[in-house]
């Protein structure tokens, strides 16, 4: 059977990372926890699942942390996993079976992301709506961001460029320094659209907790989860609303750029999709 590497990215994450760790269950060949400067047992823990565990001092946000995570994998296939999600039995199972398809393989290198399906309440405003797949609905982006402003400037210039206007972005922002506020309050400024800023203390990893706030918030009937360190295609909210379905979840691929590549994009003065 093809190997298979774990890889997650932590802070502080105690009262996570056991049950993570836990529902592997054997399935890993390989975990690999890069973590940030934790001051709990997360590292206890880790250590206590065998893991190859890296601490670099600096944070340089989620994209090239993950990115570290991923340069440490020595496995045919990477699961890229949060230390608040877990697996089941069943989800082991399918893991297993892609794993076993040989014709899967011809990738350099194959990444499995998980992405959590967060709840809402079935009588919100987003819940379902006639016009649910036809071009009236309106669409709320909610963004996860931390620490890294640089990135979220031209993720945020990138939905600037949509050829379909009609949503709100909504900023769940876990922590972050003053400076993202800085550059939030003047992409307000100059936006075409509703932009709003949500911040939480910085207490950890605590992602789903701001991205619950900001699902309380949104206006729309269709919500799109967004990472701040991801740059958009022009017709990334257009395809969304094309697919739209009530009751259904749309989910989309991306490319992890190299870390040179990074660089060279974040020092253009702006987002140019055409460059």
Request: charged share 20%; glycine share 6%; hydrophobic share 40%.
């Amino acid at each position: 059977m093809p190997t298979l590497s774990v890889i997650l990215i932590t802070r502080n994450e105690e009262a996570n990372l056991g049950d993570c760790l836990a529902s592997l269950d054997g399935l890993a060949n390989q975990i690999v926890v890069v973590d940030t400067q934790s001051t709990d047992k997360t590292l206890e823990i880790a250590k206590a699942y065998g893991a190859l565990i890296s601490s670099p001092e600096d944070w340089p946000g989620f994209g090239p942390q993950k990115n570290r995570a991923l340069d440490l994998a020595n496995s045919d296939w990477i699961l890229s996993l949060d230390a608040d999600e877990r697996l089941t039995p069943e989800l082991r199972a399918e893991i297993k079976a892609v794993l076993n398809q040989p014709h899967m393989l011809q990738c350099a290198r194959n990444v499995l992301s998980l992405y959590e399906a967060l709840a809402t309440p079935s009588n919100g405003p987003h819940s379902g709506s006639k016009e649910l797949g036809s071009f009236m609905f309106k669409i709320s982006i909610l963004l996860a961001t931390y620490n890294w402003p640089e990135a979220l400037r031209f993720c945020l210039e990138s939905l600037e460029t949509q050829t379909d206007r009609n949503f709100e972005i909504i900023i769940a922002d876990d922590g972050s320094k003053p400076e993202t506020a800085t550059l939030i309050h003047a992409m307000m400024e100059r936006s075409k659209h509703p932009i709003q800023h949500l911040w939480q203390e910085d207490q950890g990893f605590r992602k789903t907790m701001i991205l619950n706030q900001a699902i309380q918030a949104a206006q729309g009937e269709y919500l799109i989860f967004l990472d701040g360190d991801c740059i958009v295609q022009p017709d990334f909210v257009k395809r969304h609303r094309q697919l739209a379905k009530s009751q259904m979840m749309v989910t989309g691929s991306r490319v992890l750029l190299s870390e040179s590549l990074t660089q060279k994009i974040l020092g253009w003065p702006q987002w140019n999709f055409a460059a």
